[in-house]
């Protein structure tokens, strides 16, 4: 599967450091607004609904991500989602920045593992149906 | 003078406590990306020119908010600037947030000082002429 | 009532922007961390006690932040914390941010209103007596 | 090599999501700060000396987190930091979150591979020579 969304960002005074670059924490907090940004906008299920309503949540077990490039203030960046497997109760799901409007290098890479879970147990579920079917047979 | 720049906003995961309300020092911050985001889409000079090309730094003075009712994750808010006075080095800007699309009371109201600063001397300087023509004018 | 509470801070990079200093919404952070350490280790009544088990919360209803000097990466600031006055449902109380172990002025002085919230009305209840007590009668 | 410095951490509103447990992004947070803590308390080289006055970063190149269990508003956690390799212009370094206090099982583990950087031209250098000998003689 290839890219299913993508989220643009604007590189602001919060994301930088004294260096004048993205501090690295920030990073994790954008690939984390990628993964609600596609929910929302792109499956059309919002941290939200699964939250407030459904009481799933979606934590993450496993975050490895490669720092290629640094971005700098005032740069604009996309965010680009991609889905690299669907497991019974997880997802794999890689993410990549590049500079938006530019032929240049991927500045980042990261893969997460998110797992699906009731919030009254704490225990894993099964990738919910909706999510599967709006993952497989493409909304996209 | 009215509002002159509205921000949208989507409370998110990053927003909000374990009450499931927004955390008050991340509305502080976007009520920072408020004043970055009319610099750069409203005025047209982005925080990036003026603090890495022309060394001009606006640092806050002093912040006031009410905190009138709170937001919850998955929220659209609407973040409405104004200009309240433009001195001889500094700006009063107010801003008030709420939810969007819906016919509701605000839920914060902020009002912030900014000082226009030389980064290399750290001393106050004029509002530059480009900035204030552009507020006063209206580029509105 | 003088001050009552102590918290020592390190600036680190997660506090600072490109300027080198301390970037507004992280000293907002700040002050909500010298209530919470306040709360624990001075009246020895967690956020975590009062919210999670006895269903209490304490927003913000005022901030009144005024930001006299910057403060840079690697400096070690004091948070000094004061009771300004205990309402019928609310707190009144004053933060003071200065370099520790220097004789220096005040950093950033803060005025903060707080109230008392039951978490399943969401509405504002009387200062819990023992609140009340461990600040009147002087834990301190 | 072991553990050679160990900070501590109390979870508090700043680090939790309305699910009450440890958001992500803060984790990672929290990871930069054990290295900071190291660097000032352990090492004796704090990062505003290596940043301020030698030029010197120390930018991540990978990042890879296992989250094994959540934490909750209001525990005490040990972030305990060890040094698993010392390259020729990089370090490699784990760190492990428990309850603080508590037998219990790893909350957290993270490897981070840090290169160091000369901040005027942005290239690697080879370890400073006094970083490399408090960790290999072992200050510790």
């Not at 919060?14 to 004048?20: E, F, I, Q």
């Not at 009481?55 to 720092?67: C, E, G, S, T, Y």
């Not at 991609?82 to 530019?102: C, F, M, P, Y």
């Not at 909706?130 to 047979?137: F, M, Q, S």
């Amino acid at each position: 599967m290839g890219t299913i969304h993508v989220m643009p960002v604007e590189i602001g005074f919060k994301h930088c450091d004294p260096a004048g670059i993205v501090f690295y924490p920030r990073y994790v907090e954008i690939l984390n607004d990628t993964v609600e940004h596609w929910l929302r906008h792109g499956l059309g299920t919002g941290f939200a609904t699964l939250h407030g309503e459904r009481r799933i949540a979606i934590p993450i077990v496993n975050l490895q991500v490669d720092f290629i490039a640094p971005s700098r203030l005032g740069e604009d960046l996309a965010c680009a989602l991609r889905i690299d497997g669907v497991g019974r109760t997880s997802l794999k799901i890689t993410i990549e920045l590049r500079r938006a409007g530019h032929d240049e290098p991927v500045r980042l890479r990261a893969a997460l593992v998110l797992v699906f879970v009731d919030m009254h147990t704490m225990r894993p579920i099964e990738v919910p149906e909706d999510v599967r079917r709006a993952i497989e047979t493409g909304g996209y």
